[in-house]
């Protein structure tokens, strides 16, 4: 019976210290698992799922156009009224190409998106109409109205069109992917026939859309880290356009190209620090800050959204470089025209969620976090963006034009055109995928590694607390037959009421034998 406590401290003892050290050799095989599958290299799944990113998740890219109610009243100052329309959905299909690596374990690719109405998805169709505030019209104002004599020509010169008034009907098609406007059409005729081309910030083709020209066509040449050289700086972009800065801002800080496309960062995720992503539709970089947990087919992942510092300058001096001129915009605003040929065009986060200002010049804006947010769901070991979305909110910053008797009226504010959302997120095939090659692997040996160990320790505690109760009962039973032994040599002879013991009785009849 001995044998039996000794069996299982030993076992239980082997077993806790097998799971034990199953956990560094975890710790350790892990990254370099992580390098095997992630690393961009030739014939690597790393590369095909990079290059061919939606065979494993699905994007798109939701419009929402902002119809205005009442643009009579707002050109004689009147708060704009705007009535949110949509969503307009489109499949957004996305792959990696023109793939060059380079021996310093970098790659140049190229990333093109082409976008198809997806009906199925949309409240209504491109055809839907919308009134809207012109915005060729007022871009050609606000670039012309410190020329000392082309504001004034070209406030005479508008006589001549009567049908072009401050505010347009338009389809979603026409405001998204383009329509020729007369305007432009006109200026396009007097610059070609000019003896000599003009240089301007601005393509002029006599066509107008936010996307006009966008569509099956790429946001530049990128070069990221491969992770050959580690998986620290993994993704990380080191150029844009072969460029390391973008030329927008007032200092280096803010010129910096800093982070990632926003797709897939390095593993191992500390949700303490900062997550940095390139943005070249603003032209910057922006971060994220930890929000909260979440999860998808039980799989664990940190959310990170934009912090509403961000958007502000005043008392965020780091964000100052970010003004353009000597003039901050308001929380809640960021200034693009640098980065649109002067375009007086500012981005906020939809429905001007943080810019209570600009929201409080217009009627119909109901900010939510839920629906407006930015943000991007992580999964912290892998560093891959499983969930995300991008939004941003498109407005004319519009105010009275000298010399331009159409905005002698108008009211300072930021006008709402129309917001987007550009979501991705990875399918049933890229979870099942996911899980078959990283996700098991980081769940089933520290599984089995704790469950070593508390067997081990059950055996082993188990054990000790047979020998404890077993070295206690012998300890007891030792105990009893001494006293016992004791008891017995200190019996009396005679007993409490002075009979004799038997023997003693037995010798002492003889008499009564005679008799």
């Known amino acids: 019976?001995?044998?039996?406590?000794?069996?299982?401290?030993?076992s239980g003892g082997v077993v806790l210290i097998l799971g034990a050290i199953l956990i560094?050799?975890?710790?350790?095989?892990?990254?370099?698992?992580?390098?095997?599958?992630?690393?961009?290299?030739d014939n690597t799944k790393g590369l095909t799922a990079w290059e061919h990113p939606m065979d494993t998740s699905d994007a798109y890219i939701t419009f929402y156009v902002f119809d205005v109610?009442?643009?009579?009243?707002?050109?004689?100052?009147?708060?704009?009224?705007?009535?949110?329309?949509?969503?307009?959905?489109?499949?957004?299909?996305?792959?990696?190409?023109?793939?060059?690596?380079?021996?310093?374990?970098?790659?140049?690719?190229?990333?093109?998106?082409?976008m198809v109405f997806d009906k199925s998805k949309s409240k209504g169709s491109e055809n839907d109409t919308f009134t809207t505030i012109n915005v060729p019209l007022y871009t050609i104002m606000t670039m012309i109205k410190n020329h000392p004599v082309a504001d004034v020509i070209f406030g005479e010169g508008l006589k001549l069109f009567p049908n072009i008034t401050m505010f347009k009907n338009l389809t979603v098609y026409e405001i998204l992917w383009g329509y020729e406007d007369p305007i432009l059409k006109t200026i396009k005729d007097i610059l070609d026939a000019l003896p000599v081309p003009l240089n301007l910030p601005i393509k002029i083709d006599g066509y107008f859309g936010f996307f006009y020209q966008k569509n099956n066509t790429d946001t530049g040449l990128f070069n990221v880290n491969t992770g050959e050289n580690g998986m620290k700086d993994f993704m990380f972009i080191n150029s844009w356009n072969k460029e390391t800065h973008v030329p927008y801002w007032k200092s280096e800080y803010c010129n910096r190209i800093n982070g990632t496309d926003g797709q897939v960062y390095h593993p191992f995720v500390d949700k303490a620090k900062r997550m940095y992503m390139f943005v070249s539709d603003l032209g910057r970089s922006i971060y994220l800050t930890y929000k909260k947990g979440v999860e998808l087919e039980g799989i664990p992942l940190y959310r990170f959204t934009p912090p509403p510092e961000l958007w502000m300058y005043e008392?965020?001096?780091?964000?100052?470089?970010?003004?353009?001129?000597?003039?901050?915009p308001h929380p809640g605003a960021l200034n693009i025209s640098a980065c649109q040929g002067g375009a007086p065009v500012f981005v906020s986060l939809p429905h001007f969620l943080y810019g209570d200002y600009y929201r409080g010049l217009v009627e119909g804006m109901k900010p939510s976090q839920e629906a407006h947010d930015t943000y991007i769901d992580v999964e912290k070991t892998s560093g891959i963006v499983m969930e995300g979305s991008k939004r941003i909110q498109l407005n004319l910053a519009v105010e009275r034009i000298e010399h331009i008797v159409e905005t002698k009226n108008l009211s300072t504010l930021l006008f709402p055109v129309i917001w987007l959302d550009q979501s991705a997120n990875i399918n049933e095939k890229g979870i099942k995928q996911f899980k078959q090659e990283l996700f098991y692997l980081q769940i089933?040996?520290?599984?089995?590694?704790?469950?070593?160990?508390?067997?081990?320790s059950l055996f082993f505690l188990l054990g000790v607390i047979i020998l404890i109760v077993r070295k206690q009962r012998s300890r007891r039973l030792r105990a009893s037959s001494a006293d016992a032994k004791l008891v017995d040599e200190k019996s009396p002879l005679l007993s409490d009421d002075g009979a004799s013991t038997s023997s003693t009785a037995s010798l002492s009849r003889p008499d009564n034998v005679a008799a």
């Open 1 to 10: 019976m001995k044998f039996s406590h000794f069996a299982s401290i030993i």
């Open 24 to 41: 560094p050799i975890f710790n350790y095989i892990l990254p370099i698992e992580l390098a095997k599958s992630l690393t961009l290299k």
């Open 69 to 114: 109610q009442n643009p009579n009243d707002v050109l004689q100052g009147a708060k704009p009224v705007l009535v949110e329309k949509g969503p307009y959905v489109y499949y957004a299909g996305k792959y990696r190409t023109d793939v060059e690596f380079e021996p310093n374990g970098t790659v140049y690719f190229r990333a093109p998106r082409t």
């Open 315 to 328: 008392d965020h001096p780091e964000n100052e470089c970010f003004c353009v001129g000597d003039v901050c």
């Open 444 to 456: 089933s040996i520290p599984i089995v590694a704790y469950c070593l160990i508390a067997i081990g």
